[in-house]
């Protein structure tokens, strides 16, 4: 009876909510209802002692790496003169410099900044370069965070059909020089980027070139160091920017920009104003990363033999993951219902992935993402396959609305 009674003070205590933010809850309440049954989209059951987990971004497997562990260790115990604050006050040769200088040397860029996050890096660098007179041509693909930074700019967005270099030359030819931006590696299909013919174009019509390497730095290109690098089009792009929650493993962001803009992007990107800087462990535990994936061919190569056995074998089955290349893998169920009946499934059977749906994709177009990782050993690739095999007549996924598309594209 008291805890009723608090229950009821509590919300007596809350006054009431806008009527608008009460339609869009009232709104809301069917999808969580009945496509989710009651709970959370993301929250399937507790994964055991025995699952293979596949719902986790850390690509070769860094997480507890010993020297990264002493690095963090270390900094805890003897970095202690550090203030709380915003990044634009730290001096030159602060140890968040020493990073940025060190990522940007490996990527083949002269400068860098460390952010918070991959959100914030690409908020709050498309927020600076980007402006109302500076149209933004987005792949439809494109990570949310990129379409956030282009409203922040109030530049006006073009978007153009997923990797298709054809039309975001049509649309530059239309609206004029601005800003192309594409991710590498698609963080939901793990579509490797046409990276190459999007450039041509945007030289041809005098674009700037924004990529997003979350998902290929550290996994591609010689050491680690990226698509661009790989591909030899680092001197040819002008922005570079990743998330460091991937292969990294950490909590933070990163891009790099011309050191030209360095005072005006301190001056003017609000996330790195307005939010206060990492701390000493993190950036310590960063750089010995750094170090780590350098070193890490074999966990790269290991990656990438996963990767091509996962795909041929879910694709022998009948799976229609054609959409994608690398080691994210989309099992695009469509609609939200069939998509968390699917992951009941693969849970049940100790394999654990992540459901994105909207907003983290287009409306049924709702999926389970397996992410591959270089730990995984052949038995756990083995179990996966034979999961996915048992799953097979309940899913059905050659029903699947991403299956029948394919089969209309291949007739046409």
């Given at each position: 009876?008291?805890?009723?009674?608090?229950?009821?003070?509590?919300?007596?205590?809350?006054?009431?909510?806008?009527?608008?933010?009460?339609?869009?809850?009232?709104?809301?309440?069917?999808?969580?209802?009945?496509?989710?049954?009651?709970?959370?989209?993301?929250?399937?059951?507790?994964?055991?002692?025995?699952?293979?987990?596949?719902?986790?971004?850390?690509?070769?497997?860094?997480?507890?790496?010993?020297?990264?562990?002493?690095?963090?260790?270390?900094?805890?115990?003897?970095?202690?003169?550090?203030?709380?604050?915003?990044?634009?006050?730290?001096?030159?040769?602060?140890?968040?410099?020493?990073?940025?200088?060190?990522?940007?040397?490996?990527?083949?860029?002269?400068?860098?900044?460390?952010?918070?996050?991959?959100?914030?890096?690409?908020?709050?660098?498309?927020?600076?370069?980007?402006?109302?007179?500076?149209?933004?041509?987005?792949?439809?693909?494109?990570?949310?965070?990129?379409?956030?930074?282009?409203?922040?700019?109030?530049?006006?967005?073009?978007?153009?059909?997923?990797?298709?270099?054809?039309?975001?030359?049509?649309?530059?030819?239309?609206?004029?020089?601005g800003l192309v931006v594409v991710d590498s590696v698609y963080s939901t299909t793990g579509a490797l980027c046409p990276l190459?013919d999007i450039v041509d174009a945007a030289e041809r019509y005098g674009c700037m070139v924004l990529?997003?390497?979350?998902?290929?730095?550290?996994?591609?290109?010689?050491?680690?160091?990226?698509?661009?690098?790989?591909?030899?089009?680092?001197?040819?792009?002008?922005?570079?920017?990743?998330?460091?929650?991937?292969?990294?493993?950490?909590?933070?962001?990163?891009?790099?920009?011309?050191?030209?803009?360095?005072?005006?992007?301190?001056?003017?990107?609000?996330?790195?104003?307005?939010?206060?800087?990492?701390?000493?462990?993190?950036?310590?535990?960063?750089?010995?990363?750094?170090?780590?994936?350098?070193?890490?061919?074999?966990?790269?190569?290991?990656?990438?033999?996963?990767?091509?056995?996962?795909?041929?074998?879910?694709?022998?089955?009948?799976?229609?993951?054609?959409?994608?290349?690398?080691?994210?893998?989309?099992?695009?169920?469509?609609?939200?219902?069939?998509?968390?009946?699917?992951?009941?499934?693969?849970?049940?059977?100790?394999?654990?992935?992540?459901?994105?749906?909207?907003?983290?994709?287009?409306?049924?177009?709702?999926?389970?993402?397996?992410?591959?990782?270089?730990?995984?050993?052949?038995?756990?690739?083995?179990?996966?396959?034979?999961?996915?095999?048992?799953?097979?007549?309940?899913?059905?996924?050659?029903?699947?609305?991403?299956?029948?598309?394919?089969?209309?594209?291949?007739?046409?």
């Open positions: 009876m008291e805890v009723l009674d608090k229950a009821a003070a509590l919300h007596a205590a809350n006054p009431p909510l806008g009527a608008n933010l009460q339609r869009r809850l009232a709104e809301f309440a069917p999808r969580f209802t009945h496509e989710w049954s009651g709970r959370f989209v993301t929250h399937g059951r507790p994964a055991g002692p025995d699952a293979v987990r596949l719902d986790g971004n850390d690509y070769l497997a860094v997480t507890g790496h010993p020297d990264i562990v002493q690095a963090q260790l270390h900094s805890l115990r003897h970095d202690h003169e550090f203030v709380i604050q915003s990044g634009v006050f730290h001096l030159d040769g602060h140890p968040a410099g020493q990073l940025e200088a060190a990522i940007a040397g490996w990527i083949g860029k002269d400068d860098g900044y460390i952010c918070q996050s991959g959100y914030t890096a690409n908020l709050g660098l498309i927020q600076v370069v980007a402006d109302p007179q500076t149209p933004v041509y987005m792949d439809m693909l494109a990570h949310m965070s990129l379409w956030e930074g282009a409203r922040a700019s109030g530049a006006p967005v073009h978007p153009f059909r997923h990797n298709d270099p054809e039309h975001f030359a049509r649309m530059a030819a239309r609206h004029g020089p190459a990529v997003d390497e979350s998902h290929s730095l550290g996994t591609h290109g010689p050491a680690g160091a990226g698509l661009c690098v790989q591909l030899g089009l680092t001197h040819r792009v002008h922005f570079v920017t990743a998330s460091l929650a991937k292969a990294f493993a950490g909590r933070a962001g990163f891009f790099t920009a011309p050191p030209e803009l360095r005072n005006y992007l301190m001056c003017h990107s609000f996330p790195g104003i307005f939010s206060s800087a990492l701390l000493p462990h993190e950036i310590a535990g960063l750089a010995a990363t750094l170090e780590v994936i350098r070193h890490s061919d074999e966990a790269r190569a290991q990656l990438h033999a996963s990767t091509r056995r996962l795909r041929r074998s879910l694709s022998d089955m009948g799976y229609p993951i054609h959409q994608g290349s690398e080691q994210i893998i989309a099992l695009e169920a469509g609609t939200e219902f069939d998509t968390l009946a699917l992951r009941d499934q693969l849970e049940a059977r100790g394999v654990f992935g992540a459901v994105f749906c909207a907003p983290a994709t287009s409306r049924n177009r709702a999926m389970v993402r397996l992410t591959l990782n270089a730990a995984l050993t052949q038995a756990e690739l083995a179990h996966v396959e034979a999961a996915a095999h048992d799953v097979l007549p309940l899913a059905r996924p050659w029903d699947w609305p991403i299956a029948r598309r394919g089969r209309g594209a291949a007739a046409a």
